[in-house]
C-alpha cells in the first residue's frame, strides 16, 4: 500500500518541473541579470540562477548570494553534531550503508548509551544535536525515540531528529518530549529515479516520504529540514529546483515554522553505490548560491560528508548551519570502529578546530542558539 | 570661568545630562540602545558596544549557556558594570515561552529587566501582537520591567503601556532589514499618545534612519543588524551614537513649520502697518 499524494506533491505536479529544469539549462545571460537583479525571485530565476550560463558567472553568484547570507543570518555560523543512534534498518536504499540486506555490524544504542554520547558530544562545546537513525520500527520506535529525547531535554538546548518517517500521532508526541526540528531529505524529487534507488521498505514509498515534513509542521515542530542527495539523479540541477520550490512552499503554508535545506552529496559507503552523475565542485557551490538566493530565509546546512577546504569557502558564501567532528556510526563518539558508519566523512577536523577556521575566517562559531523547550 | 572645563566638555554631554532618558526608574544619558546579534566575533561585538556609547545592551538568552560562563559565553564579554543588561526573549513564540525564559533568566541572576520578543513567524519575525500583550501582562503582575517589541500599532502601544510596560517598542521596519523607518506614521501617532519612552527597535539601517526616528520624538533607538553587519562596526556604531544625539537634539530644539512655498520677508500685506 502506498501513501496518496501530499499537498506538496501536487504542487509539485504543477511546477511543470521538467519544463522549469529546461530553462535551467537553456538560460540565456539576461535572464541571468534578471535573475540576479529580482527582488523577489521566481522558480523561472532560480533555474537561470542553476544554468550554465550563471555557471560562468559564478564569482557574481557567490557575492550576491554572500550579502544575503550576511544581511539575514550575520557573521555567526551554528554548530550541531549528529548523534546516531542505531544503524538498523528496515528499508533498501542502493546508496546507504545502513541498507536492511547489507552485511553489516548493526548496533542500537540504550537510551542511556544515547545520553552517555550526548554528554561527550555537551563536553566537546555542543548544545544543537541531531538524533540519527537507520529506519527501524522496531528497535527505533516512538516510544524509543521519546525516551531519548526526554533524556536529553535538560540537558540539550535544540534536539532534532533524522529518523524514518511517521504516519501517526509520533510527531506530536516528539514535539511534546522537547524535539525542535525534523529532518527528511527526500533525497530526490525525480519519481522514476526514486523508485529506482529505494527497493524496499518504507522509504520505497515516495509520497510517504514527502508528505512527512507536511505532518511534522503540523504536529508543531518548529524546524523542518529538507533536501536532496545530490549524484542521485541525473539532473541535479532538477533536484535543486525541487528544494527550492518545497522550501518556498513550506515557508508559505507553514508560517511558524522554519525550514533549514541542504544539499549533501553521495560520499562512499558500505553499498558501493557510485554516483550516476557526479557534481563537481563548481556546480556545487553553483547551487548553493542559487539555493540562498532562492531562499534567503533559509538556514542552508552543510555536514561533513564535504572536505575542509570547500566547506571553509561555503562558509562565506551561503552557509548558516555546520556540523563537526562527526561520527556516523552509533556509538562512534565513545567507542569508535565498532560497528558500521553510514559514510565516511572527508572533514575530519575537531570541533574545536572548525570553531577556529570559523573565527580565523571572521564568523562566531554559535554553539547555543535555542533554549530546552522542556 | 574655569579654562579646562570649557574646552573638554562636549556641549551634547550637557544635553545629556540635562535630558536623561528614564526606564523604569532607571537613568540614562544614552538614547541608543544596541543588540549584540550577528557579530562576527566578541571581540568586535564589544568594541562596537563600546564605541556606541550605549548604556543598555540587550542579549538573547537562547545565546546565553550558563555551563559556559567563565568559557566563552556571551555574558563574559558584557561588563556589568559598564553595561545594564537587558535580557531578550527572541526565539519565544508565545506567551508561555517568553514568560519561562524571562523567569529563568532573573533566576540565573540576570534581573527583572526584560526585552519581550514574542515571534512566531520565522521569516519576517514579526512580533504576535496578541501573545505580546498577554506576555507583558503576566510578566508585570510578576515583578517584571517589560520592555515589549512590538508592531508600529497604536492601539496596541496604548494596550501595552496599559498593561503595565515600561516602554513601547515598535519596529521601524522588519527585524534585520536595514529597510529604516517604514512606519514613520505611525510611530508619530505612538509618540504622540505615549506615556512611556517610545523605543523604535529593528530594520533601521544606517544613523539617518535613527535620527530620523528621534526627530519625531522617538525617546531612543535600537540598533544591532545595521552596527555588527556593516564593513567597519566601530565606524557605523559611532555613526548612529552621533546620529541618535543629532536627531535628539532637532526634536528637543523644536523644528519651524514646514512651508512648501518660500516666505516672503516682506510681507505683501506689510503697507496695512
Request: aromatic residues 6%.
Amino acid at each position: 500500500m502506498t501513501t496518496a499524494p501530499g499537498r506538496f506533491a501536487a504542487e509539485l505536479a504543477a511546477l511543470d518541473l521538467p519544463r522549469v529544469a529546461a530553462v535551467s539549462h537553456d538560460a540565456t545571460d539576461g535572464d541571468v541579470d534578471r535573475a540576479l537583479g529580482a527582488e523577489h525571485r521566481s522558480i523561472d530565476d532560480v533555474a537561470a540562477l542553476l544554468s550554465p550560463a550563471a555557471g560562468r558567472r559564478l564569482e557574481e553568484l557567490a557575492t550576491a548570494a554572500r550579502e544575503q547570507t550576511l544581511q539575514r543570518f550575520g557573521r555567526a555560523v551554528r554548530l550541531f553534531a549528529p548523534l546516531y543512534v542505531s544503524n538498523a534498518c528496515l528499508s533498501a536504499c542502493t546508496y546507504c550503508g545502513f541498507a536492511k540486506d547489507l552485511d553489516v555490524v548493526r548496533r542500537t544504542l540504550t537510551p542511556a548509551e544515547a545520553v552517555a554520547e550526548a554528554a561527550l558530544l555537551v563536553q566537546r562545546g555542543f548544545r544543537h544535536l541531531l538524533l540519527v537513525s537507520g529506519e527501524h520500527r522496531v528497535e527505533v520506535s516512538a516510544d524509543y525515540l521519546v525516551d531519548v529525547v526526554r533524556r536529553l531535554a535538560p540537558e540539550v538546548a535544540s534536539i532534532s531528529i533524522e529518523t524514518q518517517t511517521w504516519s501517526d500521532d509520533t510527531y506530536a508526541r516528539l514535539v511534546e518530549a522537547g524535539v525542535e526540528g525534523v529532518v527528511h531529505y527526500q533525497e530526490t524529487y525525480h519519481r522514476e529515479r526514486y523508485a529506482e534507488v529505494h527497493v524496499a521498505g518504507w522509504k520505497r514509498d515516495y509520497d510517504r516520504r514527502l508528505v512527512a515534513v507536511e505532518r511534522a509542521a503540523e504536529a508543531g515542530v518548529r524546524r523542518l529540514g529538507i533536501g536532496a542527495l545530490l549524484g542521485l539523479a541525473a539532473d541535479w540541477r532538477h533536484d535543486v529546483l525541487a528544494v527550492a520550490a518545497h522550501a518556498s512552499w513550506l515557508t508559505r503554508r507553514f508560517w511558524r515554522t522554519e525550514v533549514t535545506v541542504a544539499l549533501p552529496r553521495i560520499k562512499p559507503s558500505a553499498s558501493g553505490f557510485a554516483p550516476v552523475a557526479a557534481v563537481d565542485d563548481a556546480a556545487y557551490v553553483q547551487a548553493m548560491c542559487a539555493l540562498r538566493l532562492a531562499a534567503p530565509d533559509a538556514g542552508i546546512v552543510l555536514s561533513t560528508r564535504e572536505p575542509a577546504a570547500l566547506r571553509d569557502g561555503l562558509v562565506r558564501i551561503a552557509v548558516t548551519h555546520m556540523s563537526a567532528g562527526s561520527s556516523t556510526e552509533p556509538g562512534g563518539y565513545a567507542h569508535p570502529g565498532e560497528s558500521q558508519e553510514q559514510f565516511a566523512v572527508s572533514d575530519e577536523r575537531t570541533p574545536a578546530e572548525v570553531a577556529r577556521m570559523l573565527e580565523a575566517a571572521g564568523y562566531e562559531p554559535v554553539w547555543k542558539d535555542a533554549f530546552s523547550l522542556r | 570661568m574655569s579654562t579646562t572645563s570649557s574646552t573638554t566638555v562636549d556641549p551634547a554631554d550637557l544635553v545629556d545630562q540635562a535630558d536623561p532618558l528614564v526606564i523604569g526608574g532607571r537613568i540614562f544619558t544614552s538614547r541608543l540602545l544596541t543588540g549584540t546579534g550577528k557579530f562576527s566575533s566578541h571581540q568586535v561585538m564589544r568594541a562596537a558596544l563600546e564605541a556606541s556609547g550605549s548604556q543598555i545592551v540587550t542579549v538573547a538568552l537562547r545565546r546565553v549557556d550558563p555551563t559556559r560562563a567563565g568559557e566563552g559565553d556571551i555574558l563574559d564579554v558584557l561588563d556589568p558594570a559598564r553595561f545594564t543588561l537587558l535580557p531578550n526573549t527572541s526565539g519565544a513564540v508565545t506567551a508561555e515561552e517568553a514568560v519561562r525564559l524571562a523567569r529563568l533568566a532573573r533566576a540565573g541572576g540576570l534581573g527583572d529587566l526584560v526585552k519581550l520578543e514574542v515571534t512566531p513567524d520565522p521569516r519576517w519575525l514579526t512580533p504576535d501582537p496578541l501573545e505580546t500583550l498577554r506576555a507583558a501582562e503576566l510578566l508585570v503582575a510578576d515583578g517584571f520591567t517589560v520592555l515589549p517589541y512590538c508592531s508600529a500599532d497604536p492601539v496596541l502601544c496604548r494596550r501595552l503601556e496599559e498593561a503595565g510596560c515600561a516602554t513601547v517598542m515598535p519596529l521601524g521596519s522588519w527585524i534585520g532589514s536595514n529597510r529604516g523607518l517604514r512606519t514613520r506614521d505611525a510611530v508619530e501617532i505612538i509618540v504622540e499618545q505615549a506615556g512611556v519612552p517610545v523605543v523604535v527597535d529593528a530594520g533601521l539601517g544606517v544613523p539617518s534612519d535613527a535620527a530620523e526616528a528621534m526627530e519625531i520624538g522617538a525617546a531612543a533607538v535600537l540598533v544591532n543588524t545595521a552596527i555588527a553587519v556593516a564593513r567597519d562596526p566601530v565606524a557605523m556604531a559611532v555613526g548612529f551614537a552621533l546620529a541618535t544625539r543629532a536627531g535628539r537634539l532637532g526634536f528637543l530644539a523644536g523644528r519651524g513649520a514646514v512651508r512648501h512655498e518660500a516666505d516672503a520677508s516682506s510681507p505683501l500685506t506689510g503697507f496695512l502697518s
